[in-house]
């Protein structure tokens, strides 16, 4: 297999990183103005890594899920590298489009910007490891670079008490994944996937569970996983919308396709993950619905109801290794890239109409966005208003939009599973997902009525960079909508991917 | 031809809304005018379609993926109420160039009125269980956006989350009915399911045929689940008459005359259709009886009727379930609409506020007549002939109580029929008023509608026939409109009459009765609570709001706990994984 492609997709990012950083710091400095510099690096930078990807992608669906090795380091890239490293880059490419003009003339600017080529690289990487060690170092340094763009309005009491609480949190979820590494290398001797899945088969069982337990919660803090969630209302709330955007729609997903690569390493142990799975994502969906109720905050809704469609990912998959059902695992690989897709527009769509509420050119202060603001915002910007309708009624599965082929495709593995138990398993999330109306459909109404709020009366208008992200979202959550099948490919080797360590 | 005319029926207004959206707010009257063509276009193709009908599927499109198979069948249940769909569908229209004229948002109005006819028609005409489903949930979106429509009304906001959540909460139990056909069966196909039900185990079928009661009983506001239709009384009044008299509250009758051969012989499942029904006919006509607010009469009246036609399906009378559904829709959209005229005039539902209008306006007096006539079931308009067809039902069949229930009903209707009646259009104006004539774009309607009203019931032949040829599991009873006429000329019929004719003299002479009426006063409060729904559903809400304020404590803010959160998640797990061993 050519080696250039995937090689390039690696390094690229980490190479541009202190490039656009240090280019845009110095740029700024000797012409003594803001230049934005960095903006222009960024965007190069990932449209040009669209060339590297599409050559892996194409390589690794059609020809083999194919490893290569660089020196001690070996990388892997089967269908999930292949559908996380591709939400990665659609939203790090339209992100640093949105937020043009919002990080215009800020001084941290060079900083954003590097990293979020930096976090998309970090993704990439996470989506190739194949071994224990580089999957941590990954998502480590996915997790570094989110502290910094979390904390990026750092002299905001209220940004500064999020991030400082995502770093303490995430670390200590980073170190009980340490401890299993540990323990799993302690037993085994190996780190290597393709090793480990043969070694962990006559391993000391409690020891496994252990580590597989330390794993379950040390990536669960990352996939926001009830009760290691406290973090994401705060830090989601906090962050640019962009990164909001960036964070519910990929990064906590790559935090669930790391604990399935980990997890998959124990598939041989007569335990189900599945069940696991399955409880984690019914608890998810409860507290997510319930806490999004009582929601006045929109940005802190929509992290809250990140948990409930995790929660749903979280059944798929554990339908999908509790009943050996890998349609199960397909729908929910279909809904991360959907949820990606509809929570990152109703991120971007909120902090476009943030940004044009607010005079001064950062989000406001420790209030942000409240659904009483939204009233009457179609009148002044109906594209917004549109966009964010169109990801609101997708998040809460309604036809013709994305999210209901991906429920459906669940619903169907669940059932298909002729387990009473699934069944009510299945009931019980369809009935969340009806919960969820109860808090989307107020956003929606709010912003069709004609009596504008303040917000919108002394609002600016928005720049073709936001708009041009919200039509290409938009337009995408309603196409897969209609046509489930475009993607089918990508979520089918995906399954084949989790199933081959999970299932059976 | 058929497969064209179905694309034409569910696509017109589909490329209608695609049109008017396109066009914009800044021209009322090109939207307007898009608006009725094209809703009228697919009534044309929808009435071009009835005798077409056939039992095969005529459109079958492999998705080849989990979309399954895509098939439409034209048989005699979808042609019919497809018709019913789009043709009151584009009267509803052509009324709304009146009573939304100069309205704001009349781009979106027009979308979603063009988007749901479309999806009604598809929702009727499909034979897959999957798009039945999606359809269904297209119906309930538009209805929600419809009723909600004047969002900055927080009365119309309320009601129509609330139509939304109850009628997607019912929803589910088609989920169930459509996910488990093609797990056990291999297929969403309708008459797939049908033929191969008895194969499901006992379990299973009870399981899908209550599931589907459910979705039924919700979608069609049948108790326990009517509170929504009231509430939906906020929409502007042609939403009211095409959405929630004439066509989506059918959508669960239909699914039951749909799914009546597959469930027929689960125990219990006949009788609690019945129940269903019949509680709908009763308990929403007494309702009727002690409000004040002319929508909500005809919203209750909708649902007593719907629990007519629910309870028909139960007693196995299917033609005489659809005969009543074609009657109800053209006489109750007929009076939706007069009402909407009257309110529109007046600026006020309140019938305390109405009185002697039959002098003022008398066409809409004369329509209102009919509408009445139909709705009390008196000869020769078409209520009479499908609502003793249903009698009929119930006299032959082993459910006789059932009978007396439908009876009670009639005579309930009588006295509210009049009751409302006398209030709008006799005795004396309580307010002034200044009335201006009605626009052709409002009295057109009204005028086809009474004549529809007036003559549908001669259509008895051919669609029973219709219904007989192209339904092959339901083993029906072709009848021409003799036999029909021979059947309803009996002594249960003289019953009927005599009862409704008692009603309408309870009211004529309710002076009289005071004292009777009185000892009924803790009736009437219960009605006026709904009997104990709205609190059911308010307790529900409350109960949900105040779980989450209790989990909002577990966010405390407060790092070491949020750490204790996480040190508490990994013992557990850990406890639950070497428990397991």
Known sequence: MDIFAPISLILIPLIATPIIYLGGRLANLQSGRQLSLSRWLALFTLLLMWLPFIQTARTSMIVCPCEFTVGLVTLHFDGLSVLLAGLALLLGTLVVFYSSESMAGEPGESKYYAMLVAIVGMMIGLGGAYDLFNLWLWFEGMAISSYLLVAFYRERPSTLEASVKYLVQSSLGSVLVLL????????????????????????????????????????????????????????HSQAPSGISAMLSGVVIEAGLVALLRALSLLGTVPTTWGELLMAFGLLNMVVGNLLALRQQQVKRLLAYSSLTHIGYMLVGLGIAIYANQAAGAQGSFFHLLNHGLMKGLAFLAAGALLYAFTSQQKDSGDHGLTIADLAGASRRYPLAALAFTLAILGLAGLPPLAGFMSKWQIFVAGVAADDGLITAVILFTALNSVFSLAYYAPLVNMMYRQTPSLAVVGGRPLPATVNLPLILLAAGVVVLGIWPNLVSNITELAATAVMAGLGG | MTPFLILLTIGLPWLGALLVWLVGEKRPSLLHALAVIFAVAAGVAALVLLPLAEATAVIQFNTQGILGELTFVPDGLGTLLAAVATVIGSLAVIFSVSYMKGHAQLRRYYVLVLLFIGAMAGLVLTGSLL?????????????????????DNPAAVHGGIKALIITQLGGIGLLLLALVAQAQLGSYDLAHFIAWSPTLPTAVLALLAFST?????????????????????EAPTPVSALIHAATMVNAGVYLLARLYPAFAEVAGWRTAVVIVGLLSVLLTGIMALTTYDLKRVLAYSTISQLGYMVTAVGLGGIFASQFHLLSHALFKAMLFLAAGAIIHTLGTRDMRQMGGLGAKMPLLRNVFVVGALALAGLPPVNGFWSKELILEAGLKSEMWWAYVGLLIGAGLTAVYTSRMIWLVFWGEARQKYHLHPLSPAMTIPLILLAAGTLTSWLLAGPLSHALHDTLPFHDLHALTLGEMVAEVMSWGTAVALTIVLLGMAIWWQRARLGGFVKRLGWLEKTAVNSFGFEFINHGLTVGAQRAGALLQKTQTGQLNWNVVGILAGLLLVLLILWGSV
């Open chain 2, 213 to 233: 009661l459910t979705a039924a009983a919700a979608k069609s506001a049948q108790v326990p689940f009517y509170t929504w239709l009231p509430d939906a009384m």
């Open chain 1, 180 to 235: 299993g590494i540990a323990l799993i290398f302690g037993i085994t001797g190996q780190l290597r996937f393709d090793a480990l899945a043969q070694a962990t088969a006559a391993a000391n069982l409690p020891v496994l569970l252990a580590a597989g337990g330390l794993f379950t919660i040390g990536f669960g803090v990352k996939v926001a996983l009830v009760p290691l969630h406290t973090w994401l209302p705060d830090a």
């Open chain 2, 131 to 151: 798009l039945l489903f999606i359809f269904w949930e297209i119906t309930a979106l538009c209805s929600y956006a419809l009723i909600a429509f004047d969002n």
